[in-house]
């Protein structure tokens, strides 16, 4: 089956930096995006940033220029998807989830398990303390 495997979240200042990661594996497409949402304590969905498989980005308004995502397609990387975040605001707390279809798109409204999406990471939690 597919399973997506995310690591890198925890707790820091604003202003801080951290660095998610994501492993898919056994994903039935190569021409599947990678992403990741985000659903704080009000617990709307927000999209983040997905990268396709190749290489287009997408951003959130709210965190463009300072998030940035990467994406290693080689065979032995077996999907893995980076989302390196800087000066990070403590709206930015949430849990992050990664996320891979052939397509991601934004959740109008509601939570992260509303989303057209079929395959899902755990979630890791980001807390950004003020």
């Known amino acids: 089956g597919v399973k997506l495997v995310e690591s890198g979240g925890g707790s820091v200042q604003a202003g801080g930096s951290l660095r998610l990661s994501c492993t898919a594996s056994?994903?039935?497409?190569?021409?599947?995006?990678m992403g990741w949402y985000r659903q704080g304590p009000d617990k709307q969905c927000e999209l983040v940033s997905t990268?396709?498989?190749?290489?287009?980005?997408?951003?959130?308004d709210s965190v463009k220029g300072r998030f940035t995502i990467s994406r290693n397609n080689a065979y032995n990387a077996k999907n893995t998807v980076f989302l390196q975040m800087n000066s990070l605001k403590p709206e930015g707390t949430a849990v992050y989830f990664c996320?891979?279809?052939?397509?991601?798109?934004?959740?109008?409204?509601?939570?992260?398990?509303?989303?057209?999406?079929?395959?899902w990471g755990q979630g890791t939690q980001v807390t950004v303390s003020s």
């Open positions: 996320a891979a279809d052939k397509f991601l798109d934004r959740v109008p409204d509601g939570e992260c398990w509303t989303a057209d999406v079929h395959y």
């Open positions: 056994g994903l039935p497409s190569d021409d599947s995006t």
């Open positions: 990268v396709s498989s190749d290489g287009n980005t997408y951003y959130a």
